[in-house]
């Protein structure tokens, strides 16, 4: 069940799921990614499928723009589903967080920042994330 919204144009069935951790297996004819990710790279994604009539990640291939593709390192080591279920669910918690950070709160450079929870992933992330908009002062509280 989805509940129904303007940004709901899913025809079902569908396939849902929008972040993912893979591999390169094939780009389209257009794609520049072969220079930046060759056949076979490990990367993390945020596709947003599920809400523009695209298939989402729960399928056994998707698709991604280049702008949505971060590298994971190969010095990266994933040992168990709990570790790759970790690092799948990251590119989505740095989108919503930076969009936080750069649309709902609009941080501008010398502009002090409260981050509560600090120690959550998504605290996390928006300590690391605020310190690239260079504000004043970052005051950090945790539990």
Known sequence: ????????????????????????????KFSAAPLQYPLGHRVAAICIGA?????GVYAEFTCA???????????????????VAKLAA???????????????LNVRPGEHLLVRGALSSIGLCA????????PGR??????
């Open 1 to 28: 069940y989805k509940r129904q919204d303007p940004a709901s144009i899913n025809v079902f069935p569908f396939i849902r799921g929008n972040e993912c951790i893979g591999t390169i297996e094939g780009y389209s």
């Open 51 to 55: 809400d523009n009539g695209m298939p």
């Open 65 to 83: 723009s280049i702008e949505n593709l971060r590298p994971i390192p190969p010095t990266l080591t994933l040992s168990s589903k709990a570790s």
């Open 90 to 104: 990251l590119p989505e918690i740095l989108r919503a967080t930076n969009g936080a950070l750069t649309k709902g």
């Open 127 to 134: 300590l690391y994330l605020a310190k690239k908009l260079h």
């Open 138 to 143: 970052i005051v950090a509280t945790a539990k």
